[in-house]
């Protein structure tokens, strides 16, 4: 089983960056995929970006093309999420998570195992 640890939240301005890192221990990544995942008060939790190891490949939501970048260092056990641009509406609760399977996912029924989350705030 996967442990997955979520760090670098935090309260930052409008047009700010931030670098979420996500950590993992146990049964560590291998090579399947992973997610962040967004999940603001009274919404729904969305995915936000994505990422394989073989490639690698990404993938993003359109809502953050272009602002935000997902990248891995497997010798590390970790994964990042490099928000830069960041908007009010990017409030939420980070997530990440690892996929049970090898491909790029892009569902949440696609991951299997999650971490407890970083907030991130994003004041105007």
């Known amino acids: 089983q996967v442990h997955l640890v979520e760090s670098g939240g935090g309260l930052v301005q409008a047009g700010g960056s931030l670098r979420l890192s996500c950590a993992a221990s146990g049964d560590i990544f291998g090579l399947r995929g992973v997610g962040w995942f967004r999940q603001a008060p009274g919404k729904e939790r969305e995915i936000v970006a994505s990422f394989t190891w073989s490639g690698p490949t990404t993938y993003y939501a359109d809502s953050v093309k272009g602002r935000f970048t997902i990248s891995g260092d497997n010798a590390k056990n970790t994964v990042y999420l490099q928000m830069s641009s960041l908007k009010t509406e990017d409030t939420a609760m980070y997530y990440c998570?690892?996929?049970?399977?090898?491909?790029?996912?892009?569902?949440?029924?696609?991951?299997?195992?999650w971490g407890q989350g970083t907030q991130v705030t994003v004041s105007s």
């Open positions: 998570a690892r996929s049970w399977t090898y491909t790029l996912g892009k569902k949440e029924t696609e991951f299997d195992s």
